[in-house]
């Protein structure tokens, strides 16, 4: 079963504009994570935003954490045509140890240049 | 790119046969996960293997099994496949469990099944 839900499925926009997709889940986390997939292929780790964090930055990403609202965003800066991709949030339940990722739907990223 | 290789990379098998995929994990890491990712869908977890042993499993029937080798390979099997079974199979490996929690996952390439 998916766990998190991102919104919107699928956003185009211009190079050098910001991309914003948010995600939604149900469950108690640990640990919220986003990946990027290229093509339908392996899925590559972002960021992984603790359920003590509210928000986290790395290089032209910056990941933020409501754990009252269940939901998490994922903002790419300056977005370039290379960041075209699907991308998903992914949780790490806090019930249970050491085992799962549970992922959502994905969005898909178009970047036109 | 990960250091996680699977073989192979595409696959054609029929309804009722039987198929193994295989994974090498990242240098140093002993967890290894599968998920299964349909076409339009995020993975869905199929099981985890620590240490040689199965240390969780999802929502899929036993003819999904696996293994994994003292190298911390590791391999999928499923028997008796089904039209539904045709999708993107993922292995992902991590250095260890830590208590409470899944951290970064390193993912393979993927092997595409389909299922005719």
């Not at chain 1, 699928?10 to 910001?18: D, H, K, P, R, T």
């Not at chain 1, 914003?20 to 997939?37: E, F, G, H, V």
């Not at chain 2, 090498?24 to 998920?35: D, I, K, M, R």
Request: include cysteine; proline fraction near 3%.
């Amino acid at each position: 079963s998916q766990q998190g839900e991102e919104d919107p499925q699928a956003l185009s926009i211009q190079e050098g504009e910001n991309a914003t997709m948010n995600c939604s889940y149900k469950t108690s986390i640990n640990n919220l994570q986003w990946y990027r997939q290229n093509s339908g292929r392996g899925l590559v780790h972002l960021i992984l935003i603790r359920s003590n964090e509210r928000e986290k930055h790395s290089g032209r990403l910056r990941v933020t954490l409501d754990t009252s609202k269940k939901s998490s965003s994922l903002l790419i800066t300056a977005s370039r045509a290379a960041d075209t991709a699907s991308y998903f949030c992914a949780t790490a339940s806090a019930n249970q140890a050491g085992t799962a990722l549970i992922f959502g739907k994905g969005t898909t990223l178009s970047v036109s240049s | 790119e990960t250091g996680v290789t699977q073989s192979p990379t595409h696959l054609i098998k029929t309804r009722g046969q039987q198929v193994t995929l295989r994974c090498s994990s990242q240098s140093g890491h002993n967890t290894v996960s599968w998920y299964q990712q349909a076409l339009g869908q995020g993975p869905q977890f199929i099981f985890q293997y620590y240490r040689e042993e199965e240390n969780g499993r999802g929502n899929f029937p036993p003819r999904f099994s696996g293994l994994q080798f003292p190298n911390y390979s590791s391999e999928l099997n499923v028997n008796a496949l089904e039209l539904d079974d045709s999708a993107l199979y993922l292995c992902a490996s991590s250095p260890r469990i830590s208590s409470g929690s899944v951290n970064e996952q390193f993912f393979g390439p993927g092997t595409r099944l389909t299922v005719l």
